[in-house]
């Protein structure tokens, strides 16, 4: 027992009981013998309960006549997924299932980018010298985290967008041709013409030279022993090339496609589903709360020296906010920031309590047909733990990207 | 200086100002001040005129009407005696210390009786009121007998009578024990389901969090690989996943012989999510005790058990207060998901009231509005005891 504890001085404590006379200790109170001894004894004690549980699930699947694999995969799903890129009940399981983690991270994207953009705004709210943006701010924060995430969704969800909003035909319409309606948004949509191939190459070329501008930029601000990431004069020369295909090509690579009422629905641009809408809601709110105090407090943890200093030093007020008080305020911020985008993956599986296409839902639904849980189960499992990972290591490498600013 | 020439120091300049002028400092210090001020200021208005038409609209008799089917689903009428009375024994306890103690806990019971009070006013038949006043008469009588108790009779009971609480009030609701009939079906029972999932989570998962963190910071490889593991496994999938893997997979990795029903499951899954977390909370606080402490119990010849349980564990702690209690209002907030498994907690309950029944149709938002706020006050005094016992701790100060 002693074994599992964290013991920083048992070395010095090792080292004298070695000076000591072998027979004066015996091995049953040998520190290394107990290390080694309780080792062994908690790695079999695991091993035999997952050997345990792993016996359990032979036994069960060869009592239902099924063995593990993964073959179904390959069969026609058999059920329309109404959601995200087109899909076929012709089409296979493993492509549904494909459907449903585009699916996830479509509305994890658009997520992340707007909770980051509104809980920065009320963070800076909450900050405000203004007494009712800051009340504002505070009572937005308060009310949103204390209330589980759930019952906001079932709220937009069932309250908001199936009840308190109008039929197809008399749908809310917002300026630049968005409408609101119980089945959802439509918005408009850029649809690719002829010349978007075209387009496209510049655009690679773009791309090219872009990466050859930073490396060749790099290289030379190395030579010169001078700190920075050139990525400004890359994005122009891509931004340039992308402008210069647009007028060399015979016509607009894109063109805009407005929803429109033809019948009983709407017709062209980009339809949300109402579930879609109401998970992005629910979860940009939910997670800007959260946001919006991580700001807060890295914005609060920069000290007014600091500012105060900058300024003697003659920096305008620009500079004072980009060379002195983000670095430090983003060092503080970044950490959360991150487990919250991984919180916000990870709430988004409640997409399937409200009817969103997600993975978990595609998976349920291929569970149900196929009765394939162990399979199933892993594969949701294992596309989390990859998105998560995945998550964690970006913001990993821009953590120390700002250390390295910060120095 | 002044008490060394003895003239008593002269008070402080007054703080009030003028109303005008804390409004012109306060929201039109600039131009860009005050349009944001008239801006927000338009927002609450519209807002607070659209809250209060509603309001004053609304079908709210929903609420008394449906309240036993939200808050407890199928719990037997004749049988309510027992929630009752567990809250009683919960109301009694709090009264008890309160009586003993100054402090925060008498704030906690002040607001249990004045809440219980409050809630007896609001439309229910007589004898429903008379139940929820009772709560307030239980948290009286325990004050009385805290007062009258001598401290150090009264601290000796306290040990006793709140771990005691805990599993009597399982025992009371679900019966089985003490002569009292099973209640069947205990997967239907609303709110309280959501409350005993809680309470339990809770009450596990600090202590398996805590043999986690400590099994991640320790020196040997193997548990250290095994807590890692564990903890980032946990972490890294949605507990709807782990809810899922509860109620379609567990019985594949069970002998048949053992076949836990859903709220088990349901409490089971999320405590060992909410271990995962609480771990990495603790783990923060472990990192947060500096290496002297650790060395100055060695020095003073306490062995490694002692170290972590007296010198290292105390502290690591009360410096991650917060955290602590943060992860157990999401703990409790997650029991909503245990509708996701056929557990019929609040929401399902909710959702079979305005659903499932044609007399109140259209009153969706009444009912969730009634739900908000139920969590809200159970997340936002959580948060506000958790802020207090910072404060009265000292966190952050020395």
């Known amino acids: ?407 | 200086m002044a008490h060394l020439y003895g003239s008593a120091p002269l008070p402080p300049p007054s703080q009030r100002i003028p109303l005008l002028r804390w409004c012109r400092e306060n929201l039109f210090s600039a131009w860009y001040n005050a349009a944001l001020t008239l801006g927000a200021l338009f927002i609450v208005c519209s807002g607070l005129y659209g809250l209060l038409t509603w309001a004053l609209g609304a079908r709210w008799e929903v609420i008394p009407v449906n309240l036993k089917t939200m808050l407890v689903g199928t719990y037997p009428a004749d049988q309510l005696w027992r929630v009752w009375s567990t809250l009683y024994m919960v109301a009694l306890l709090c009264g008890f210390s309160s009586g003993l103690h100054r402090g925060l806990i008498r704030q906690v019971a002040g607001a249990l009786a004045l809440a219980s009070l409050a809630l007896a006013l609001l439309p229910f038949d007589w004898g429903t009121r008379a139940w929820i006043a009772g709560i307030a008469l239980a948290a009286g009588a325990g004050f009385g007998l805290g007062k009258a108790t001598p401290v150090r009779w009264g601290v000796r009971l306290e040990w006793v009578g709140w771990p005691l609480s805990f599993p009597l009030t399982l025992i009371v609701l679900n019966g089985g024990a003490l002569s009292l009939p099973v209640v069947a079906g205990s997967d239907k029972w609303g709110f309280v389901l959501n409350l005993l999932g809680a309470a339990v989570g809770i009450v596990l998962s600090l202590p398996i969090g805590v043999l986690l963190a400590l099994g991640r910071r320790s020196h040997l490889p193997v548990m250290r690989w095994v807590c890692t593991a564990y903890i980032e496994l946990i972490r890294g999938v949605p507990l709807i996943t782990l809810l899922f893997m509860a109620s379609i997979m567990l019985q594949l990795l069970l002998p048949d012989s053992f076949r836990p029903d859903l709220v088990l499951r349901a409490t089971m899954t999320i405590t060992a999510f909410s271990a995962a977390y609480m771990a990495e909370n603790v783990r923060g606080g472990l990192q947060a005790v500096s290496k002297g402490q650790y060395e100055a119990a060695y020095v003073v010849g306490l062995n490694g058990l002692l170290t972590t349980a007296f010198i290292v564990l105390p502290q690591a702690l009360r410096a991650v207060i917060p955290a602590i209690v943060g992860q157990f209002i999401s703990l409790f907030k997650d029991t909503t998901l245990f509708g996701f498994i056929a557990v019929l907690e609040v929401l399902k309950a909710a959702r079979s009231v305005y659903e499932g029944n044609l007399q109140w149709r259209g009153t969706i938002f009444e009912v969730y509005v009634f739900i908000a706020l139920l969590f809200w006050v159970f997340c936002y005094s959580m948060s506000y005891v958790s802020r207090r016992i910072e404060k009265n701790l000292g966190v952050g100060e020395r």
Not at chain 1, 209 to 238: E, Q
Request: aromatic share 10%; with cysteine; proline share 5%.
């Open chain 1, 1 to 407: 027992m002693a074994g599992c504890t964290p013991l920083p001085l048992r070395e010095g404590v090792v080292l004298q009981q070695e000076a000591a006379p072998a027979h004066a200790i015996p091995f049953w109170r040998d520190i290394r013998f107990l290390r080694a001894a309780s080792q062994v004894v908690f790695l079999a004690a695991v091993l035999a309960s997952l050997g345990w549980l792993f016996n359990n699930l032979q036994t069960n699947l060869r009592a239902n006549g099924l063995t593990i694999s993964f073959t179904f995969l390959n069969n026609t799903a058999g059920f329309p997924i109404s959601e995200g890129i087109a899909f076929d009940p012709q089409d296979t399981n493993g492509y549904a299932f494909w459907v449903g983690v585009i699916n996830t991270i479509r509305v994890v994207l658009v997520g992340i980018a707007l909770a980051t953009l509104v809980g920065t705004i009320v963070g800076i709210a909450r900050l405000s010298s203004n007494w009712l943006v800051r009340t504002l701010a505070l009572a937005y924060v308060e009310t949103v985290r204390n209330l589980p995430l759930l019952v906001q969704l079932f709220f937009w969800y069932f309250a908001v967008m199936l009840t308190a909003l109008p039929l197809v035909q008399s749908s809310i319409e917002l300026p630049g041709s968005i409408f609101l309606n119980r089945r959802g948004l439509y918005i408009p949509w850029p649809l690719a013409t002829e010349s978007a191939a075209l387009w496209g190459q510049f655009l690679l070329a773009g791309l090219a030279l872009a990466i050859v501008v930073y490396v060749g930029r790099r290289a030379h601000l190395k030579r010169a022993d001078r700190p920075g990431f050139p990525l400004v004069p890359a994005l122009l020369a891509l931004t340039a090339m992308a402008v210069i295909g647009w007028l060399v090509a015979p016509g607009a690579p894109f063109q805009l496609d407005y929803p429109a009422l033809q019948g009983r629905n709407f017709v062209g641009g980009l339809w949300l589903s109402a579930s879609f809408v109401a998970l992005l809601l629910g979860l940009v709110l939910y997670t800007a709360a959260f946001i919006a105090e991580i700001v807060r407090a890295g914005i609060q943890a920069v000290s007014k020296g600091q500012t105060e200093a900058a300024k003697a030093m003659g920096l305008r007020p620009g500079q004072v906010l980009r060379l002195v008080v983000l670095p430090q305020a983003l060092r503080v911020i970044i950490p959360p920031l991150a487990s919250q985008y991984l919180n916000l993956t990870k709430n988004s599986s409640l997409a399937i309590l409200i009817g969103y296409y997600d993975l978990v839902n595609v998976g349920q639904t291929i569970f149900n047909q196929t009765g394939r849980a162990v399979e199933m189960i892993l594969m949701i499992m294992v596309t989390y733990l990859v998105l998560s990972l995945l998550t964690s290591a970006l913001m990993n490498y821009y953590n120390r990207r700002i250390r390295l600013v910060e120095r």
